[in-house]
Structure formats: structure tokens, C-alpha cells
């Protein structure tokens, strides 16, 4: 209740600073995922494999991904969420949402359910690579912010691996543009409420190194497979003027992973991998 009558009015103008023509960032860009991953399947496996887009909240639902799969025939599903990181927030929540849209099916498909990719060394190199060709492109700052979507400290205090799968994709990532210890950090971003959540924080972090009078920062947010409000407003606008305003100099915001090739790549691996046997 507190949620829906604080949030809405707040995020409305951050949304519409971002909206494109095809609607929301991360519908249009799920589309191309969607179409870019089944035209790899096709190529790979030799088979017309279908392959649908589902919001856990929002449209496409999942019951409409689900009758459109069914109208295709399809008898076996693997579902794979997005969340290269598990927590019982986002990748639960798609688990326990699928249970629900499955309820009433008098028919239920065979199922395979995708945990998370946080340390595929597939997923890893194409963030390393990702980064490497925006330092070819723009050159390279004196640090590297690994950003993530943030939980409440009591949900990885209750066992909620995420901050875990979080550090160790950081950490591989760095090893992998052979990077010096003091050369990144790792912080969390999208708090709201009043209790503590995961630490240290994206946006006082960026402020103390401004403060500080830090040349430049790359910033990128390894949790999101999609670009959507929470970086292309937050993180490259909203942080940017946090870090700048206190007297930092150069802040450039590495995009998420989208549609490029090594991604959907990626992707294709782990639908490889999780369907063995059908």
C-alpha cells in the first residue's frame, strides 16, 4: 500500500525520459532478444524451436506466452528468466509466478527451469568483451563500477545467495580485463523504503569518489541482461549527475548486454545445455 502511493508519481516522468517508439526499453529490446535467439537456435540446432517473451509482471503475461506455446504444439518448456543472478526476488519470483499461470492448465507441459548464469564463462566474457570495446571506443577511466540491483540486507541475511553470485561475477569479470584489486568496486543501486539494504550503495559511492575529485568512472550494471529505467535513467542519468555534481570528472555508462551477438550466444548455450535429452 505505502509503495503504490509514493512510487508511481515518482517514477512516471523517469519512465517517460526514456520511452521509445516500440514502447518501453526493456519490452523492445526483449523482442529483439526474443527474435535474435530464435533465429540462433534455428541456425544452430537445424529446428524451428519457439520461443516466446514473458513479464513476470506486466505484458506479455506468462499466461500468454503460455497459450502461445501451446497453440505451437509444444509439450516440453525450459524456462529461462533473465536474472544472470539468482535471488528468491526476481528469479523466485518468476518460478513462483509460472506456478500460478500453471494452476488451472489441465494439461500441464514437462518442465525445465534455468537457476542462473552468474559465473557461465560464456556470460563472462561477453561483459569483459563488452567493456573492452567501449574502452577501444571511448577510452578508459581510472576505475570500474560493477553496479547491481540492490535487495534488503535481511533477504541475504535469511540465505538469499544474490550478493554472493553478485561478487563472484564482479570478480571473474575483473580477472578477465586483468584488472587491479583498486582499479573497481562493487556497489548496489535502486534502494527505496527505510530499512537497510545491500551496501555499499551506488549512489553514495559515486558522490565520495567525486568528492574525492576522481578523473573519470565507467559504470556497469551486470545484473540487467536488458537496459531499462533502472540504468538508462538511474544509472546513466540520475548517478551521473550524483558524481559529477560533486566534482567528478568523465562518468560514462557501459550499456547491458541487449541483443549483442555474444549474448544471444550465450543464451543459445544455456538453452543448448538445459535441454540435453529432448
Same mark, same amino acid.
Given at each position: 500500500?505505502? +509503495?503504490?502511493?509514493?512510487?508511481?508519481?515518482?517514477?512516471?516522468?523517469?519512465?517517460?525520459?526514456?520511452?521509445? =517508439?516500440?514502447? !518501453?526499453?526493456?519490452?523492445? +529490446?526483449?523482442?529483439?532478444?526474443?527474435?535474435?535467439?530464435?533465429?540462433?537456435?534455428?541456425?544452430?540446432?537445424?529446428?524451428?524451436?519457439?520461443?516466446?517473451?514473458?513479464? &513476470?509482471?506486466?505484458?506479455? !503475461?506468462?499466461?500468454?506466452?503460455?497459450?502461445? #506455446? $501451446?497453440?505451437?504444439?509444444?509439450?516440453?518448456?525450459?524456462? #529461462?528468466?533473465?536474472?544472470?543472478?539468482? !535471488?528468491?526476488?526476481?528469479?523466485?519470483?518468476?518460478? @513462483? /509466478?509460472?506456478?500460478?499461470? #500453471?494452476?488451472?492448465?489441465?494439461?500441464?507441459?514437462?518442465?525445465?527451469?534455468?537457476?542462473?548464469?552468474? %559465473?557461465?564463462?560464456?556470460?563472462?566474457?561477453?561483459?569483459?568483451?563488452?567493456?573492452?570495446?567501449?574502452?577501444?571506443?571511448?577510452?578508459?577511466?581510472?576505475?570500474?563500477?560493477?553496479?547491481?540491483?540492490?535487495?534488503?540486507?535481511?533477504?541475504?541475511?535469511?540465505?538469499?545467495?544474490?550478493?554472493?553470485?553478485?561478487? &563472484?561475477?564482479?570478480?571473474?569479470?575483473?580477472?578477465?580485463?586483468?584488472?587491479?584489486?583498486?582499479?573497481?568496486?562493487?556497489?548496489?543501486? !535502486?534502494?527505496? *523504503?527505510?530499512?537497510?539494504?545491500?551496501?555499499?550503495?551506488? @549512489? %553514495?559511492?559515486?558522490?565520495?569518489?567525486?568528492?574525492?575529485?576522481?578523473?573519470?568512472?565507467?559504470?556497469?550494471?551486470?545484473?540487467?541482461?536488458?537496459?531499462?529505467?533502472?540504468?538508462?535513467?538511474? #544509472?546513466?542519468?540520475?548517478? $551521473?549527475?550524483?558524481? &559529477?555534481?560533486?566534482?567528478?570528472?568523465?562518468? /560514462?555508462?557501459?550499456?547491458?548486454?541487449? =541483443?549483442?551477438?555474444?549474448?544471444?550466444?550465450?543464451?543459445?548455450?544455456?538453452?543448448?545445455?538445459?535441454?540435453? *535429452?529432448?
Amino acid at each position: 500500500g505505502i +509503495i503504490l502511493r509514493i512510487r508511481p508519481p515518482r517514477v512516471a516522468k523517469a519512465y517517460a525520459s526514456v520511452w521509445q =517508439d516500440e514502447g !518501453s526499453p526493456l519490452l523492445a +529490446i526483449g523482442r529483439r532478444q526474443q527474435r535474435a535467439l530464435k533465429a540462433r537456435l534455428a541456425a544452430r540446432l537445424g529446428a524451428d524451436i519457439p520461443v516466446e517473451l514473458a513479464m &513476470t509482471y506486466g505484458k506479455p !503475461s506468462m499466461e500468454e506466452a503460455g497459450l502461445a #506455446l $501451446r497453440d505451437a504444439g509444444v509439450e516440453r518448456i525450459l524456462v #529461462l528468466p533473465l536474472y544472470p543472478q539468482y !535471488s528468491a526476488t526476481t528469479t523466485g519470483a518468476v518460478f @513462483d /509466478r509460472l506456478a500460478r499461470a #500453471l494452476s488451472p492448465c489441465p494439461h500441464l507441459p514437462e518442465l525445465r527451469f534455468v537457476r542462473d548464469y552468474h %559465473d557461465h564463462p560464456a556470460y563472462i566474457e561477453a561483459l569483459a568483451e563488452s567493456i573492452r570495446e567501449h574502452w577501444a571506443t571511448h577510452g578508459r577511466q581510472p576505475r570500474l563500477l560493477f553496479s547491481y540491483h540492490g535487495i534488503p540486507k535481511r533477504y541475504a541475511e535469511a540465505g538469499d545467495p544474490y550478493p554472493r553470485h553478485c561478487e &563472484t561475477t564482479s570478480r571473474l569479470v575483473a580477472e578477465a580485463l586483468g584488472l587491479e584489486p583498486e582499479a573497481w568496486q562493487q556497489t548496489y543501486q !535502486s534502494r527505496f *523504503g527505510r530499512e537497510e539494504w545491500l551496501k555499499p550503495y551506488t @549512489d %553514495d559511492t559515486l558522490k565520495a569518489w567525486g568528492a574525492e575529485g576522481l578523473e573519470g568512472v565507467d559504470v556497469i550494471s551486470p545484473a540487467f541482461a536488458a537496459d531499462c529505467l533502472e540504468t538508462l535513467e538511474e #544509472l546513466e542519468v540520475e548517478n $551521473r549527475g550524483y558524481f &559529477t555534481e560533486a566534482g567528478g570528472g568523465d562518468y /560514462r555508462y557501459i550499456p547491458a548486454l541487449n =541483443d549483442r551477438a555474444a549474448h544471444i550466444d550465450m543464451l543459445a548455450s544455456l538453452v543448448e545445455q538445459h535441454t540435453q *535429452g529432448w
